[in-house]
């Protein structure tokens, strides 16, 4: 079953906690509600309305006068008055305009951030063409808010959706960018049921494209992407950080399989170890070379897929 393939176990373990990563995958977070105000219950109705009920008031006597000499001069004003408070005596306990504020504000809080779907077109493979961020987020609006607030902004919105999504850190990025400039495509390695499907992951300016290798051996230039990988680098100065969303050919990948890929990404792009790094400088430049079995041990030495592999998911075949 679909749901049971994306549930909370396609976690990518300690790369994932890292970097920030995460598969839509958990459970749809829904803004909670601030828990300022008593929700709504009885009303205030029977004898403790009109003008008996005022006159109960214990303050009513500080004000007698006033309020008799209003109902002489002004009848219709005193009148008006009182029918208004006893529109607010029939409200619920409880109820306050600000609590009505806060819940308008909690129902387009997502809405004034995001406006994913303006001013973007489909291409023919069904990816978005000119993905922008302006096209996704408010970016005006959350450059008054801190790092970690866009942080959470940006996985509270995604983690509701079916994809991957993440928040790098704008030195990670700043290396995994100088080195795809060098290196702009790599082998990555996704578990199957039978063995391991190899995947040609090829940067397109800050896109990362993925197409299996057997669509680029059967079809050549012409292979559809199946994975796109965005990075957003226009916060990176002034908040350092850099956005990432996906979007994926659902008829060959489901969210924790592209997950492993992007996670690949921080693996050999992003790696301190220069015996990693080389893989991909191997691949780039001395192709000869290259040996496709490097490539899967590095990815079982790293536990990445480990959910993917043969025998651990029941439901795989």
């Not at 495509?185 to 197409?211: C, D, I, M, N």
């Amino acid at each position: 079953r679909r749901s049971d393939r994306e549930g909370p176990g396609a976690m990518a373990g300690p790369l994932l906690q890292a970097w920030g990563l995460g598969a839509a995958l958990r459970s749809r977070a829904a803004l909670r509600p601030l828990g300022l105000l008593a929700p709504p219950c009885r009303e205030v109705a029977g004898p403790g309305s009109g003008e008996a009920a005022l006159e109960e008031n214990p303050f009513y006597g500080k004000y007698r006068h006033k309020i008799q000499e209003l109902r002489r001069s002004s009848p219709d004003v005193f009148e008006s008055r009182m029918e208004k408070r006893n529109e607010v005596k029939k409200q619920p306990v409880g109820y306050s305009n600000q609590g009505e504020f806060i819940r308008c504000m909690e129902e387009k809080a997502r809405p004034i951030f995001f406006a994913e779907g303006l001013g973007t077109k489909t291409s023919k493979g069904g990816f978005t063409k000119d993905k922008t961020l302006d096209s996704i987020l408010n970016v005006e609006m959350v450059k008054e808010k801190s790092a970690e607030e866009i942080k959470q902004i940006w996985n509270q919105y995604f983690s509701a959706k079916n994809t991957v999504y993440a928040v790098i850190p704008a030195d990670k990025f700043d290396l995994i960018w100088k080195r795809a400039q060098k290196c702009p495509s790599f082998l990555y390695a996704l578990p199957r049921k039978e063995g391991y499907e190899f995947f040609v992951g090829q940067w397109s300016g800050t896109e990362l494209h993925f197409t299996s290798l057997i669509n680029i051996q059967t079809q050549g230039e012409t292979a559809p992407s199946q994975l796109v990988l965005y990075h957003y680098p226009e916060l990176q100065k002034e908040k350092g950080i850099v956005l990432m969303t996906a979007e994926m050919d659902s008829k060959f990948l489901v969210v924790r399989e592209a997950q492993c890929l992007a996670n690949q990404v921080q693996l050999f792009y992003a790696t301190d170890h220069s015996e990693t790094y080389e893989l991909v400088e191997t691949f780039n430049h001395r192709s000869s070379e290259f040996k496709y079995m490097s490539v899967i041990a590095e990815l079982e030495q790293s536990g990445l897929g480990r959910e993917l592999r043969p025998g651990q998911v029941s439901d795989k075949s």
